[in-house]
């Protein structure tokens, strides 16, 4: 349903209309070119600006536009007060925009770090085949190097990382196994593991499927509509993983458990050897975890594509008896309940993209907002906690209108990265 707008006369303005300024973004000192009037100092800067009229969303707003009055000796007299608070809002604005820079440039250097850390990881996996000793090597230094930045860390930011687009040939395939060896890394390191502990399970994790380059692209890509037959070959790919480390010199035994038991369940459902309990080792079972997660969000094959946030419900929800519970609740802890990569809609009914969240603040992310009064390089980022703003509901990328996903431009593939807050 449409949403209808009308022009309104400065004249007419109150607290608790939604409007829109018909105005650029540079040339008023509100944050956003549109939103609910909240008092009658907002309303005197409003007529300041020499606005002939604004555009009124009546099913956004609490009240319907007051009749036109002339305007009293006593308003003209505040002038000075509505000077005081119109400077007041320009340096909130021209402070908000320095963080926005701040933050975009804290932001390209930790997108820099994840490039460089994906592009080796490309590199590890082509040497697998005639240079398995140096891609062990080099990816010991890899995964020794993010283990010690993530155990040095207080309080780091998970940002959401931009990564291509789907369909690249075997760019997908790199960017679970890192991806799967990020968030493995994050939840070893909230279980307190040793530095060594923690080098396997990365090790585990970037490993974890290297079987598969033994499995038809027929069977890989079209899950889960594949026969029995075919489902038995694709099971194979742990065996397969478990040969090919065979010919790697010093190739860790505990790297080799979890590449063997990252497909068991706790229940005794999974495969090959249907271990149960506490016969599947813990490093494997976090490694579980966040390969399920990842290929719920990213998906190689058939299977639908879910958002970070329903990805973790359905974790939650349908895989509670199958997969490590205690893990489980540290990743929704660490991921925030809305994680990096959804939309939302917030309490002042705007549409956000979540790009980062703290694990100090997991209800009220960073955010990116969607409005298209603000040039698109130039959309304000803001931290909920400090605006008194919450996430009302999650929506589904794919129903929103094409101008808020352009916008927004939610990434096809979610990738995760830490930096110190």
Request: aromatic share 8%.
């Amino acid at each position: 349903m449409k949403m209808s707008k009308i022009k309104l006369a400065m004249d007419r303005l109150a607290p608790g209309l939604y409007i829109q300024l018909p105005c650029s973004w540079r040339n008023h000192p509100f944050l956003f070119g549109s939103f609910k009037i909240k008092d009658q100092h907002q309303i005197k800067v409003l007529r300041s600006l020499g606005l002939k009229y604004v555009i009124y969303y009546p099913e956004k707003s609490d009240i319907t536009p007051p009749t036109p009055k002339i305007e009293t000796t006593e308003e003209k007299i505040d002038k000075s007060e509505a000077d005081a608070y119109l400077e007041a809002l320009w340096k909130e604005k021209e402070q908000r925009v320095e963080e926005n820079k701040s933050y975009l440039r804290n932001l390209r250097k930790c997108q820099n770090d994840f490039d460089q850390s994906l592009a080796a990881v490309r590199s590890i996996n082509l040497k697998l085949g005639n240079q398995a000793a140096q891609a062990l090597a080099d990816a010991q230094q890899l995964i020794g190097s993010i283990s010690s930045k993530l155990m040095s860390g207080n309080n780091s930011v998970l940002h959401l990382m931009e990564n291509g687009k789907k369909g690249t040939k075997g760019g997908q395939y790199h960017s679970h196994a890192f991806h799967v060896s990020i968030l493995a890394m994050i939840l070893g390191n909230a279980l307190k593991l040793s530095k060594q502990e923690l080098i396997y399970l990365g090790l585990g994790a970037l490993f974890h499927d290297i079987g598969k380059t033994k499995v038809p692209d027929n069977i890989l890509n079209n899950k889960p509509e594949i026969t029995v037959a075919e489902n038995n070959f694709y099971k194979m790919h742990v065996q397969y993983g478990l040969e090919n480390t065979k010919n790697i010199v010093d190739f860790p035994l505990p790297v080799r458990v979890i590449i063997s038991q990252h497909h068991e369940y706790l229940d005794g459902s999974g495969y090959p050897k249907k271990l149960s309990g506490k016969k599947i080792n813990l490093l494997a079972q976090i490694v579980s975890i966040a390969n399920e997660f990842d290929n719920m969000c990213n998906p190689t094959d058939k299977h639908p594509t879910r958002s970070p946030y329903h990805a973790l419900s359905y974790l939650y929800k349908n895989k509670s008896k199958q997969l490590n519970k205690d893990v489980l609740g540290i990743l929704i802890k660490k991921l925030g309940i809305y994680p990096p990569g959804c939309i939302v809609q917030l309490s002042n009914k705007k549409i956000a993209l979540v790009i980062s969240v703290t694990e100090n603040n997991i209800m009220q992310p960073s955010v990116l907002i969607y409005d298209p009064s603000i040039p698109k390089k130039e959309a304000p980022i803001i931290e909920l906690i400090e605006n008194e703003l919450k996430i009302e509901s999650v929506i589904s990328a794919a129903k929103l209108p094409e101008e808020i996903k352009d916008y927004l431009n939610p990434c096809d593939c979610v990738n995760y990265y830490f930096d110190d807050a």
